[in-house]
């Protein structure tokens, strides 16, 4: 089980960025998959996920309105569109997997992590 999380970079408040989690040795039907970050001197926090039988999701109040997570079961690849970024945003970004139906954020809960794409939000 892999989980590669990619297309972090440097953007300008108000900027948009879309990252890629691509998921192998399982399909996305088997694992719900979350979105993390870690900021530098701070606890890893998860704000979203997506659950693996019916795709709903969930959005920490934090990134409500701003963030969409989607996913697309045949390239095994889920999604993190981020909009109307602030400085607040910057983090280093981990997608991870848990097993069974489940809908959390909590850390504890995901079996399988990726390695981390770092964002930055910056003028």
């Known amino acids: 089980v892999q989980l590669q999380a990619s297309g972090g970079g440097l953007v300008q408040p108000g900027g948009s960025l879309r990252l890629s989690c691509a998921v192998s040795?399982?399909?996305?039907?088997?694992?719900?998959i979350g979105w993390f970050r870690q900021a530098p001197g701070k606890e890893r926090e998860g704000f979203s996920c997506i659950r693996r039988s019916d795709g709903s999701t969930y959005y920490l109040d934090s990134v409500k309105g701003r963030f969409a997570i989607s996913r697309d079961n045949a390239k095994n690849t889920v999604y993190l569109q981020m909009n109307s970024l602030k400085p607040e945003d910057t983090a280093v970004y981990f997608c991870?997997?848990?097993?069974?139906?489940?809908?959390?954020?909590?850390?504890?809960?995901?079996?399988?992590w990726g390695q981390g794409t770092l964002v930055t939000v910056s003028s």
């Open positions: 991870a997997a848990a097993i069974g139906e489940v809908v959390t954020i909590k850390v504890y809960e995901y079996e399988y």
């Open positions: 040795g399982f399909t996305l039907d088997y694992y719900t």
